[in-house]
């Protein structure tokens, strides 16, 4: 079940347009700053630099106020030999589940492409948005929710299988609290998950090592593991303090303008 986490050297990011405040939400935590998003968006990006990242930055596009959330519209797969040589790397361009945001791909799919990454693509009547798949070193979790829906949750699974790895369905479409997997699981490696309440007896987490996020801490569980560093959500110590304690130097981050509008910190880049 565990396997050797490669080290991430790219990322790709896209700063919020004017546009992100009329982005979807479910949060009702207000409307969005739009100088405050661009100035933690700022923020975010450096601590990906600082953690050993080279970014490509993509353009705002106002034609998608979400669009900032490059997470959702591509999953890139590692290379599953034992050299996890990143020009050996795959992408899953998704097809997303909200169809104001069909559309973002595209732009993603031919940076990822210029990249020299070997493209697949879900195709309808499927739909997934990435920040429902929760890889685990050579295991994947696949989130079914109101994005991404059974068939197309099997397209990945049969594209995983077809490269070489595990998939586990992981059904949150009985939950009120969470958007997407990745809301609610983080994956910090040696086996070890980050896991809401809501999550921690689903049968597909046995036999991982869970650390679990208090009921008022549960936006904290987005967390994200990049090389030899944690990024946090700042304003959560009851959780980023016991991740210090397991021996993580963590990165805290102000999130609140891209939480208004259900994003965490996986949500704002793709890595590899």
């Known amino acids: 079940m565990a396997g050797i986490t490669p080290r991430l050297s ?13 982005g979807l939400t479910r949060a009702n935590l207000g409307r969005p700053d739009y100088q ?13 630099g600082n953690c050993g990242l080279t970014l490509t930055r993509l353009e705002p596009d106002e034609r998608f106020p ?21 020009e050996k790397r795959k992408a899953i361009i998704t097809r997303p ?23 697949f693509e879900i195709a309808p009547p499927g739909t997934v948005d990435g920040g429902d798949i929760c890889e685990n070193d050579d295991h994947f979790f696949i989130g079914i929710s109101e994005r991404t829906n059974e068939a197309g949750a099997g397209q990945f699974a049969d594209l995983l299988s077809s490269f070489g790895y595990t998939s586990t369905l992981v059904d949150i479409r009985g ?17 070890r998950l980050v896991v809401i309440d809501a999550l921690a007896t689903d049968s597909a987490l046995r036999g991982y090592e869970l650390v679990h996020v208090g009921s008022d801490d549960e936006y904290a569980a987005n967390c994200l593991r990049v090389n ?5 959500a700042a304003g959560f110590p009851r959780f980023e303090q016991p991740l210090q304690g397991l021996g993580f130097e963590t990165i805290a981050l102000r999130m609140s303008e891209f939480q208004k509008l ?11």
């Open 262 to 272: 259900d994003g965490g910190l996986s949500c704002l880049s793709l890595r590899f």
């Open 10 to 22: 790219r990322a790709i990011v896209r700063a919020p347009g004017a546009s992100f405040v009329a």
């Open 97 to 119: 589940g909200a169809s104001s945001r069909r559309g973002e791909e595209r732009i993603i799919k031919q940076t990822l492409t210029q990249l020299g990454l070997e493209i």
């Open 36 to 48: 405050l998003a661009l100035s933690q968006h700022a923020a975010y990006c450096r601590a990906l």
């Open 66 to 86: 979400d669009s900032t959330f490059v997470e959702d519209t591509a999953v890139i797969i590692p290379s599953n030999d034992e050299t996890h040589d990143s």
């Open 175 to 191: 939950s009120d609290t969470i958007l997407h997997l990745k809301s609610g699981l983080a994956y910090l490696g040696n086996n």
């Open 228 to 232: 030899d560093y944690l990024l946090v």
